[in-house]
């Protein structure tokens, strides 16, 4: 059972910079794309940002390209998402999703096209 779990968050400045990880477990053999999403209070899950499972592949949303940056490292089964020039609205609860493909070189954006998720951790951008 892939088992996923993220950490990091916590409460930042405006401009601030955070890095959040998601540490995984319980896969074996094979590929897996990972992505970052987020969710604000009444608002639904969002694509962040995704990677393949080589790494050499990755995608952002339009507001957070140039700020944040989405990377993994197989041989610790890990995955990280550094946050900078944080802003307000960058408020949420931030999941790491995982999806086991077939596929080394492509990612997904789409909060459907992944299996298994974390429980989160939030972010809380404020002056």
């Known amino acids: 059972q892939l088992q996923l779990v993220e950490s990091g968050g916590g409460l930042v400045q405006p401009g601030g910079s955070l890095t959040l990880s998601c540490g995984i477990s319980?896969?074996?053999?094979?590929?897996?794309?990972l992505g970052w999403f987020h969710q604000a209070p009444g608002q639904e899950r969002e694509e962040v940002a995704c990677?393949?499972?080589?790494?050499?592949?990755?995608e952002y949303t339009e507001s957070v390209r140039g700020r944040f940056t989405i990377s993994r490292d197989n041989g610790k089964k890990a995955m990280y998402l550094r946050v900078n020039s944080l802003r307000p609205e960058d408020t949420a609860v931030y999941y790491c999703?995982?999806?086991?493909?077939?596929?080394?070189?492509?990612?997904?954006?789409?909060?459907?096209?992944?299996?298994?998720w974390g429980q989160g951790t939030q972010v809380t951008v404020t002056a």
């Open positions: 999703a995982a999806r086991i493909t077939t596929i080394e070189e492509k990612c997904y954006m789409e909060t459907a096209e992944y299996d298994h």
């Open positions: 319980g896969f074996g053999l094979g590929y897996y794309a």
């Open positions: 990677i393949s499972s080589s790494g050499k592949i990755t």
